[in-house]
Each structure stands twice: as C-alpha cells, then as structure tokens.
Nanobody, 115 residues
Framework: HVQLVESGGGSVQTGGSLRLSCEASGFTYNRYSMGWFCQAPGKEREGVAAIDSDGRTSYVDSVKGRFTISRDIAKNTVDLQMRQLKSEDTALYYC??????????WGQGTQVTVS
C-alpha cells in the first residue's frame, strides 16, 4: 500500500531555513506527481508546491522564490527546501501523491514552527 513518511520539520527563527523530506513506498514512484501541502491552525489545508513525473514544478505565490521542491527518483524521495522562513509559514506540512484519479494520498505530516 502507499506510504509517505515525512521528516525534517522543527522550530526555526524567522529568516531561517529547513529542508523537509518525504520517502515514498508502495507504488511506482516515478509515474506520479508529488506535492507538499500545509495546514495552519484554524485554516484549511492548502497546496504549497508540486512536481510532476517530468520534474516540472509549481508553487503557490506566497512561497515563490523561497521554497524549492525536488525529487530523487532513485531514492523515491521528494524534498521541500524552505528558505527565508516567515512566521506565517508555521503549519503542519504534508507530503502527498496525486493518485491519478483526482485524489491525494497523504503522509502523516511534520510540524514547522517559525518564530
């Protein structure tokens, strides 16, 4: 079955950096688009960045120029490099697989706190 395991969250000061990583298993990784989403307290989950099977990327406007999504096909991982972090980036960050049927498969989430 599909498994997505995030790591790399933590606490950081404003202006700092963090790198999130997601290890995927249970499916043919290089066939699927992958993404990172976040959910702040009291808010709905929203998309942050995505990368398709050809390596094309997209970002929500609020993180453009600060965050970079990348994937390693050999390691079945998708990373999110976060720089110039702001307090409003504080959220639970989820790795997701676009399952090709209009839905998403989720990891358990990793907390990012910026203060």
């Amino acid at each position: 079955h599909v498994q997505l395991v995030e790591s790399g969250g933590g606490s950081v000061q404003t202006g700092g950096s963090l790198r999130l990583s997601c290890e995927a298993s249970g499916f043919t990784y290089n066939r699927y688009s992958m993404g990172w989403f976040c959910q702040a307290p009291g808010k709905e989950r929203e998309g942050v960045a995505a990368i398709d099977s050809d390596g094309r990327t997209s970002y929500v406007d609020s993180v453009k120029g600060r965050f970079t999504i990348s994937r390693d096909i050999a390691k079945n991982t998708v990373d999110l490099q976060m720089r110039q972090l702001k307090s409003e980036d504080t959220a639970l960050y989820y790795c997701a697989r676009f399952n090709g049927m209009g839905g998403l498969d989720w990891g358990q989430g990793t907390q990012v706190t910026v203060s």
